[in-house]
C-alpha cells in the first residue's frame, strides 16, 4: 500500500526506487510548493513528464503526466477512490487518519460502488429547468457584482476576485439550498480551510485547519439538516430528506446521509468553482486581445471556459488507488497503492495537445478538470453556466479591464487558488 509521506519506503512495483530517483522527484516538489512553483508549475511539470509517464512518488505509489492513462484510470472501473476502509488501513499516524479526512471520505466523491451508486443517484441532477432558474438568479448576481467592481474601478484599482469570483459561488449554492445569506462568508472561509485535507502533501498545521474547519461544517449543516426536517420546504435539502426517508429506515442514518450530500455539494460549488472564475478572469485580462476576440465572436465563450480548464484547472492532482495487482505504461502498481493523476500536467501533454503552452479558445475542447467515468463531476453544468455567465457579462459591461499586477498563489499544490486579482481600466 502507499507509504505515509512521512514514512516508508518508495515502492515501483516489486523494485525499490533509486535514491536518485526519489531526491529527483523530491526536488521537484519542493520547488512546486514555493511560491514561483505555485504561480507557474507547468516548467516543473514538463521536467517530470520527462522522467516518464508514470513515475515513483518520494513518498509512495505513483505520479501520472500523460492525458491518455490519467483518462484511462479516470474511466475504469478497476481503479477506486480512497475510500474510508482504504483511509482506515494506513494507520493511526498518519494524515488519513486526521479527523478531517475520514469526514471528506464518506462524502460522494470518495465512495466507490455500490455505495457511490446509491448516494449518488439520491442526489439527483441539474435538469434543464433547475439550470434555467439559478441561471436566472446568476445573471442577477452577476450584474451586481460587477456594479461593486466599476464603482470600485472609479476609485483606482478593484479585487475582481474577492469582489466577483468568491462571492458568486456561495451566493449561487447559497440562494440554491436557501442558506441565510448572513452565513455565506463564514462557509466560504471555512471551505478554504478544509480544502487542506484534500491536499497532495499537508502540513500538520495544515490538517489541524482541516479538522477545525470540519468540525464546524459538520455542526452547521447537521443543525441545517434537522431544522429542515422540523420546517420542510421545497429547497434541495427537503428534497434529500424526503429521498433518504424512502431508502433508509433509521432516520439517523437518513439524516447524516443528506448531511454529508449537502456538506459535498457546498464544497464541490464553492472551492474549484471560484477558482475557475479567477482563473479564466486573469486569462481574459492579461491579453487585451483576448477580450476583443470575445466581442468580435461571443460564441466562443464557451470554448473559451473550455480552454481555460484545460490550461490551468482548478484541481492539479486527482488521486486513485489500483484495485488489484495491474501494469500502468509497462509499470507494475499493486493493489492497494495510489496514483497521483497529476491532471495540470496532463493537460499540457504534447502528445495529446500541439502546443500545449499556448491558450487557444480555438482548440477542440478536451480535459479532465471535472474528472471522468462515475466520478464526473456533478455540478459541471452549474460551473459551467456560472463562468459563461461572468465571461460574457464582463467583456460586455468592463472591456477595457486589464490586469494591474500578477497575482499571488495560496500555498497549495493540488488545488489552485488566487489570493487576488488586482484589475483597472485601460
Keep these: 500500500m502507499a507509504a505515509d509521506p512521512q514514512k516508508g519506503a518508495v515502492i515501483v512495483g516489486t523494485a525499490t526506487a533509486s535514491s536518485a530517483d526519489r531526491r529527483a522527484t523530491v526536488s521537484l516538489f519542493s520547488r512546486l510548493r514555493t511560491a514561483e512553483g505555485q504561480a507557474d508549475p507547468f516548467p516543473i511539470y514538463e521536467e517530470l513528464q520527462a522522467r516518464g509517464g508514470v513515475s515513483p512518488a518520494p513518498w509512495g505509489g505513483f505520479l501520472v503526466t500523460t492525458f491518455g492513462t490519467c483518462d484511462q484510470v479516470l474511466r475504469s472501473g478497476t481503479w477506486l477512490e480512497p475510500d474510508t476502509s482504504w483511509r482506515e ?22 465512495l466507490n460502488p455500490p455505495e457511490h451508486t ?12 433547475t439550470i434555467e432558474r439559478i441561471g436566472h438568479r446568476v445573471n442577477q448576481v452577476v450584474d451586481r457584482l460587477l456594479d461593486n467592481v466599476r464603482e470600485r474601478l472609479h476609485e483606482g484599482e478593484a479585487d475582481f476576485a474577492a469582489l466577483v469570483c468568491e462571492e458568486l459561488p456561495v451566493a449561487t449554492v447559497g440562494d440554491w439550498l436557501a442558506l441565510p445569506s448572513a ?11 478544509q480544502v487542506f485535507t484534500q491536499e497532495l502533501l499537508p502540513s500538520a498545521s495544515q490538517l489541524a ?39 433508509e429506515p433509521d432516520q439517523d442514518k437518513a439524516d447524516e446521509a443528506v448531511y454529508f450530500l449537502t456538506l459535498f455539494v457546498l464544497l464541490a460549488a464553492l472551492e474549484t468553482t471560484s477558482t ?4 479564466m478572469t486573469l486569462l481574459l485580462v492579461e491579453h487585451p486581445d483576448r477580450g476583443r476576440l470575445l466581442t468580435e465572436q461571443p460564441d466562443l465563450v464557451p470554448a473559451f471556459v473550455e480552454e481555460a480548464l484545460r490550461y490551468d484547472p482548478p484541481t492539479h492532482v486527482i488521486s486513485r488507488i489500483a ?11 499493486r493493489a492497494g497503492e495510489m496514483v497521483h493523476l497529476m491532471v495540470g500536467a496532463a493537460q499540457r501533454d504534447p502528445a495529446r495537445f500541439a502546443r500545449p503552452e499556448l491558450f487557444d479558445p480555438h482548440r477542440k475542447p478536451a480535459h479532465l478538470a471535472f474528472s471522468a467515468g462515475i466520478h464526473y ?11 459563461q455567465t ?26 489552485r487558488r488566487l489570493l487576488n486579482l488586482d484589475v483597472a481600466l485601460a
Design 89 to 110: 488501513q494506513q494507520g493511526e499516524r498518519t494524515r488519513w487518519s486526521a479527523s478531517s479526512s475520514r469526514e471528506i471520505s464518506r462524502t460522494l466523491p470518495a
Design 118 to 129: 446509491r448516494v449518488r443517484r439520491s442526489a439527483g441532477n441539474f435538469d434543464r429547468h
Design 183 to 193: 452565513d455565506w462568508p463564514r462557509l466560504r472561509e471555512l471551505t478554504h480551510d
Design 209 to 247: 485547519r482541516s479538522d477545525i474547519a470540519m468540525a464546524e461544517l459538520r455542526a452547521y449543516f447537521l443543525d441545517l439538516v434537522r431544522e429542515r426536517r422540523a420546517h420542510p420546504g421545497e429547497d434541495p435539502v427537503s428534497r434529500w430528506i424526503r429521498t433518504w426517508d424512502a431508502m
Design 276 to 279: 475557475l472564475l479567477s482563473t
Design 323 to 333: 484495485a488489484s495487482d495491474c501494469l500502468l505504461e509497462g509499470v507494475e502498481v
Design 377 to 387: 463531476c456533478l455540478g459541471a453544468p452549474l460551473a459551467r453556466l456560472e463562468a
Design 390 to 415: 461572468l465571461l460574457r457579462r464582463t467583456v460586455t459591461r468592463l472591456p477595457r479591464l486589464t490586469l494591474v499586477r500578477r497575482p499571488a498563489r495560496a500555498p497549495r499544490v493540488a488545488f
